[in-house]
């Protein structure tokens, strides 16, 4: 197998013979992209680039040399004096070093890329989704907080511009924390369609900024009828073939099996065959030959970040542009004696550093050189010329990565005639994974006659070790709030003084147009009429004795599986009356007193860290275990998850356990629950006055000091309209009548595979793209969910499931007061799913964006 960008055949024509995709634009566009499969719900193909340096070895010049260029006409674009005052930001993994190399490009620029990797002590400055991958979750972590919070231009890279949405959700997030008035996108190729061609403009009227694009080539990718659903059997058809392939030394018909995947060496310029009758999948699995690695000590500068993940500044880029030749010197006088194809092979994220070293590297040896990457994203090798995955190496992952162990791929390297590879990994990368015998080096070895490794110091910031200041005592009624003092003890300040509240059409422009986070605010609280009122009293009748059944499982569940004497610490403020009520249940059930307190999170800021060192300084974390009162998509179950692990590498103690126990969990995102039914708990139906007049909690920077729990307000002036405390009573007066009914429950549950299977996420994501909202955070599912929407945001539409009944009694006469379309839908995981307003102006509550008087 001879893998090369110019040999003559399109490395997209196989996809696009099977598939019928079309690939249209710029001349040169299929010099710059080939096609492949993968296994993905969302889109089956896959573009590949050949001058990103990820998926397909390139020049290194080449590489840089087109991120290099793109900066160029950046710079050109802006001027010299709005360039000088512009920040670079890159997409984590595949952007990463073509980021980079466009912030070189400008001059002056700083560099700042998302990551993957959490990292102990340090706090997000924001965070995103990248709606079509794999996997999704991006951090920004500046060393340095000012980074992000100046008003020049903004400058977003990533390999490709497809539907736009990773950069519209990313220019939203961050315009709401730091506005400014420019921004840039950069992509080595722009392939939206004519329908996603508008969204840029309509985000820069939408937020009141100006949004410039800069591609090195345009083209759009047609894709027939049915393509995602022929693209995965295609996939799983050939993934079958080379499974068989692996076991089996006997060819399969019209498959050609490889000699270098049985081979310790392939031949440079090409391998032998059996069975020439057809391309095979081709992915290495076998047991790799022991290979003897080479270390090499590159003398990597004292203190420089090994790339963009915690900020690369301009003077960071003079110390590397010294040392490059260095560095590059000791790697020449590594290499063997007559190595003519070399590979210098970076690690996901660390694109950077092993691109630079080896561009200085290329004109130093005779050698011919080449770069790539390994990633994270599966996807399917055809051994066909017209293909751009021509093959995959197969290792598991070894940087303890955050969302665990998984297999990662380095693609087109085994048979591409590399007598050499330089592994560059960071030093959180070096561990005994990556020499395990399935590991890299030794997947490498098993195809390429010299390995070396370089490893680049992981720069780690500096963080600043102070004594935490003495965090106060719980708040508790009457004083703060109307639930006795024993049922819950609030983790907040009272904020009851400060005015926060602003009408709700306000606080979603603001919200919407990047102008405020939701937590800085509150929503005026809904003073429910009588008629409203009747339904909850109705719907707590109706559903007294289900919740009753419901707060019994979860609650011996707890008690079975987590600890005997659990902690409950309740998410405010929806999570606080299933607390109260689990506390109840274990005092009624086994005359147990257990600790409860309401702690804050919120979503993109995380859990209250404070709270968690109050917490940690009083109780076992391994007793804690967290309480909310249902799901929707699992939006702050992946919140707490996230911010849990962060806090115990920063403060260094360990054992809070971040699986959630809900009342209900119709997202199907936990395994601690009572039920997954999706029906009305009438504590959804109202806001203070069902949960101890308390508001939502309140995260801003003026109210809420670095050692400060998050606040909140007591709002004393609507006691008269209270029902707290009877609500608890009329759900716990049905304990006696449902204890048979929770022992069986709670025993087939013990049985049960209850492994989360996220639907509800997949459900959101499909109907924000369904809807055209592109949004998964306006939509918002369950019947919970959507109450919520009614009272606190601004609703666009209703979707109700077809047959639903009383369960939606109290959405439809909120949507009727308010002036919003109810759709009944046959095909809903929910009982309902409120959207809101996508396309967000001032007064536009109702789906023709008119304001309606409640």
């Known amino acids: 197998m001879n893998i090369a960008v110019n040999n003559g055949d399109w490395s997209g024509s196989w996809v696009a013979e099977r598939l019928g995709v079309e690939l249209e634009g710029d001349d040169g566009l299929r010099a710059l992209l080939g096609l492949a499969l993968r296994r993905n719900p969302k889109r089956a193909h896959l573009l590949v680039s050949n001058v990103l340096g990820k998926h397909v070895p390139q020049s290194p010049a080449v590489v840089y040399g087109h991120g290099f260029a793109l900066g160029r006409r950046v710079r050109d674009l802006l001027g010299e004096t709005e360039a000088g005052r512009a920040v670079v930001v890159g997409y984590a993994e595949?952007?990463?070093?073509?980021?980079?190399?466009?912030?070189?490009?400008?001059?002056?620029?700083?560099?700042?890329?998302?990551?993957?990797?959490?990292?102990?002590?340090?706090?997000?400055?924001?965070g995103f989704e990248e709606s079509h991958s794999h996997a999704t979750s991006h951090l920004l972590l500046p060393e340095d907080p000012a980074l992000l919070s100046g008003d020049g231009p903004l400058v977003l890279v990533d390999d490709e511009f497809s539907t736009g949405n990773t950069i519209l959700n990313t220019i939203r997030d961050l315009h709401a924390r730091y506005p400014r008035k420019?921004?840039?996108v950069v992509a080595l190729v722009d392939m939206r369609s004519p329908a996603d061609a508008g969204r840029l403009d309509g985000l820069a009227d939408e937020i009141g900024a100006r949004v410039d694009l800069v591609a090195g080539a345009c083209g759009t990718v047609k894709l027939p009828d049915g393509v995602l659903a022929k693209g995965q059997e295609l996939v799983a058809r050939y993934e079958e073939g080379a499974a068989a392939a692996d076991v089996s030394a006997a060819p399969l018909a019209g498959v050609a099996v490889e000699a270098d995947d049985r081979s310790p060496h392939p031949g440079a310029r090409g391998t032998a065959r059996t069975a020439p009758t057809g391309p095979r999948a081709t992915g290495d699995r076998t047991a790799p030959t022991a290979s003897h690695v080479t270390g090499?000590?590159?003398?990597?500068?004292?203190?420089?970040?090994?790339?963009?993940?915690?900020?690369?500044?301009?003077?960071h880029r003079i110390r590397l542009e010294t040392a490059l030749p260095a560095m590059a010197a000791r790697l020449a006088e590594a290499?063997?004696?007559?190595?003519?194809?070399?590979?210098?092979?970076?690690?996901?994220?660390?694109?950077?550093a092993p691109l630079r070293v080896a561009r200085e590297l290329e004109p130093l040896v005779a050698a011919e050189v080449r770069y790539s990457t390994t990633t994270r994203s599966p996807v399917l090798a055809v051994d066909d010329p017209g293909y751009a995955i021509r093959s995959r190496l197969v290792f598991p992952a070894h940087d303890d990565p955050a969302d665990g162990p998984g297999e990662r791929y380095a693609y087109n390297v085994a048979g591409a005639g590399f007598d050499a590879v330089v592994v560059f990994v960071d030093s959180a990368g070096d561990t005994p994974e990556l020499h395990a015998p399935d590991g890299l080096l030794a997947r490498l070895g098993a195809h390429v006659p010299h390995v070396l490794l370089a490893v680049v110091p992981s720069y780690v910031p500096a963080?600043?070790?102070e004594s935490p200041a003495m965090l106060p005592e719980p708040l508790r009624g009457p004083a703060f709030s109307s639930y006795p003092p024993e049922d819950v003890g609030w983790l907040l300040q009272d904020l009851s003084e400060v005015t926060l509240e602003a009408p709700t059409e306000e606080r979603e422009e603001a919200i919407q147009s990047g102008g405020a986070h939701y937590a800085e605010s509150l929503p005026v609280e809904y003073q429910p009429s009588e008629r409203y009122q009747a339904l909850f009293h109705a719907a707590l009748e109706t559903s007294a004795a289900r919740i009753a059944q419901a707060v019994g499982v979860v609650t011996e569940t707890v008690l079975a599986e987590r600890s005997a004497r659990p902690v409950l610490v309740s998410l405010a403020r929806a999570g606080t009356p299933v607390g109260v009520l689990m506390r109840r249940w274990a005092q009624f059930r086994y005359g147990a007193e257990l600790p409860h307190y309401a702690v804050s999170i919120v979503r993109g800021r995380g859990i209250d860290a404070n709270a968690l060192r109050w917490l940690a300084a009083r109780h076992d974390p391994r007793d804690v275990v967290f309480v909310d009162g249902w799901t929707g998509k699992g939006a702050i179950t992946r919140e707490l998850a996230e911010a849990v692990a962060e806090f115990e590498e920063r403060e260094g103690v360990f054992g809070f356990d971040p699986e959630i126990a809900v009342l209900a969990d119709p997202g199907s995102c936990v395994r601690t629950y009572g039920t997954r039914e999706d029906f009305l708990i009438p504590s959804a139906c109202l806001n203070s006055t069902v949960s101890g007049l308390i508001s939502r909690t309140v995260l801003r920077a003026d109210l809420v000091g670095p050692d400060d729990f998050h606040g909140a307000k007591f709002y004393r002036e609507l006691a008269e309209a209270d029902v707290s405390v009877a609500f608890l009573d009329a759900i716990a007066a049905r304990f006696g009548e449902v204890v048979d009914a929770v022992d069986a429950a709670v025993k087939e549950l013990a049985a049960a595979d209850r492994t989360p299977t996220w639907e509800g996420w997949a459900a959101v994501e499909r109907i924000s793209e369904e809807?055209?909202?592109?949004?998964?955070?306006?939509?918002?599912?369950g019947v919970g969910e959507t109450t919520r929407v009614l009272l606190r945001r601004v609703p666009w539409k209703i979707l109700a499931r077809a047959g639903?009944?009383?369960?939606?009694?109290?959405?439809?006469?909120?949507?009727?007061?308010?002036?919003?379309?109810?759709?009944?839908?046959?095909?809903?995981?929910?009982?309902?799913?409120?959207?809101i307003h996508p396309r967000f102006t001032r007064g536009a509550t109702g789906a023709d964006g008119r304001a309606v008087n409640l």
């Open 94 to 126: 595949t952007a990463t070093g073509l980021g980079h190399s466009v912030a070189d490009g400008i001059g002056l620029a700083p560099y700042l890329h998302s990551t993957r990797r959490p990292v102990p002590g340090m706090t997000p400055a924001g």
């Open 182 to 184: 420019r921004y840039v």
């Open 296 to 315: 090499v000590d590159l003398h990597w500068p004292h203190g420089l970040p090994d790339g963009g993940r915690h900020g690369f500044t301009p003077a």
């Open 335 to 352: 290499l063997p004696l007559g190595a003519r194809r070399v590979l210098a092979l970076g690690f996901e994220e660390l694109m950077y």
């Open 463 to 465: 963080l600043t070790e």
């Open 771 to 781: 809807y055209g909202i592109h949004d998964v955070n306006l939509v918002k599912p």
């Open 804 to 835: 639903a009944g009383a369960d939606l009694d109290h959405v439809r006469l909120l949507a009727e007061q308010r002036g919003v379309p109810v759709e009944e839908v046959g095909e809903l995981p929910y009982t309902c799913v409120g959207l």
